[in-house]
């Protein structure tokens, strides 16, 4: 089965670029027909939905947070990466990333990284 991990620092500073990468193993990013989500939760509230990479490349994004969002793989190393730019204490929260199969299943999970915004 496929298994996920996000790495990165979990303390990013205002006005910074918040940058994530989730690692697969067990399954390869380029296979039809999934796609590779990022997902997060602040603290208190719901998960939110931040975009995807299918196995094309292709991306889609969270209209809300399209202007600062980039997601991008390197399929050698079988990792896909998030790039969160110009953050505000309202990015803290836990960050995942996902696998998504079918009609929109989050079918594999990683275990989150809390990722904390602050001066």
């Known amino acids: 089965q496929v298994q996920l991990q996000e790495s990165g620092p979990g303390l990013v500073k205002p006005s910074q670029t918040l940058s994530l990468t989730c690692t697969v193993s067990g399954g390869s990013i380029t296979t039809s027909y999934y796609t590779w989500s990022w997902i997060r939760q602040p603290p208190g509230k719901g998960l939110e939905w931040m975009g995807v990479?299918?196995?094309?490349?292709?991306?889609d994004y969270n209209p809300s947070l399209k202007s600062r969002t980039s997601i991008s793989r390197d399929t050698s190393k079988n990792q896909f990466s998030l790039q969160l730019s110009s953050v505000a204490p309202e990015d803290t929260a836990v960050y995942y990333c996902?696998?998504?199969?079918?009609?929109?299943?989050?079918?594999?999970w990683g275990q989150g990284t809390q990722v904390t915004v602050s001066s």
């Open positions: 990479i299918a196995y094309d490349g292709s991306t």
């Open positions: 996902a696998r998504v199969v079918g009609l929109g299943e989050y079918d594999s």
